[in-house]
């Protein structure tokens, strides 16, 4: 929902809809694409029946427009007003779209192949509280946590330390950096200082396990293969990546994630080349 309409809503700075003050628990496609590639990989690997079960994938919290409109807001540094509206109010911004009432074959606005009999009942059904479902199904399928789209703290393990060597270090200096939210202005969190002695450290340890670790000796088969679990991690934490872009720099989240698929998509080339 926020992919789809968040560009719109930041340029028109509203987000209009008859929702209402009903509550909907968004979810990530990310978390859905995950999902449905769970339950087919039990299925393959006959690790788990799924036989007759019904998933409700959700996000981990009910919202409403107004406080999803509040976070976008909070994310992007954009000033942006929720505005509920009626059905028939909502009929008539789509009317003034172009946007067939019912479905028609081969037809879509803005390349969208959708109708308002469709957005406008979905409108409805989350005002009157039929889509107010929230569940763990997302966590019980993939063994972590729906994404939520709450702004949280970039996930780092250890804030006052430093990753060399593949462990956990103190940092030389003993120091911590705070970043500030070019938005807001506020703290976003504090990480480790490092100095030259730690960059110095850190890559001394990368060459050597460059030259001496298990990479050199792997087979190009086995070299692609770890290329590929990375670039599969990259892909389903593009969203919490781009989230902490914005937090950090003060970037639009639409723009933080055009960014980042453009990373992933470079790395997705150099695997295509080690393929070819």
Known sequence: MIVMAGPGVMASGQWISNAGDGREAMVWREDCVESAVAVLRDIATETRDHAGRIYNITGPELQSFAEVTAILSQITGVPLAYMPVSDEA???IFDAMGIPRRPVDDQSVNGIPWNSDDMVTFGAAIREGFLAICSDDVEKLTGRPARSITPVEPNIAHKDRLFIGGTWVAAH????????????????SAVAEAD???MDAAAAAARHAFDHGPWPRMQPGERLA??????????????????????QMGG???????????SNATFDGIIAMAEG
Request: aromatic letters at 6%.
């Open 173 to 188: 200096s003993g120091r911590m950096i705070e970043q500030i939210s070019p938005d807001t202005e506020e703290p976003v």
């Open 90 to 92: 909502q009929y008539a």
């Open 252 to 262: 639009l989240a639409s723009f933080s994630g055009i960014m980042q698929a453009g």
């Open 196 to 198: 030259e002695a730690d």
């Open 226 to 247: 770890v290329m590929k679990r990375m670039a599969a991690i990259l892909h389903a934490r593009v969203g919490e990546t781009a989230r902490a872009w914005s937090m």
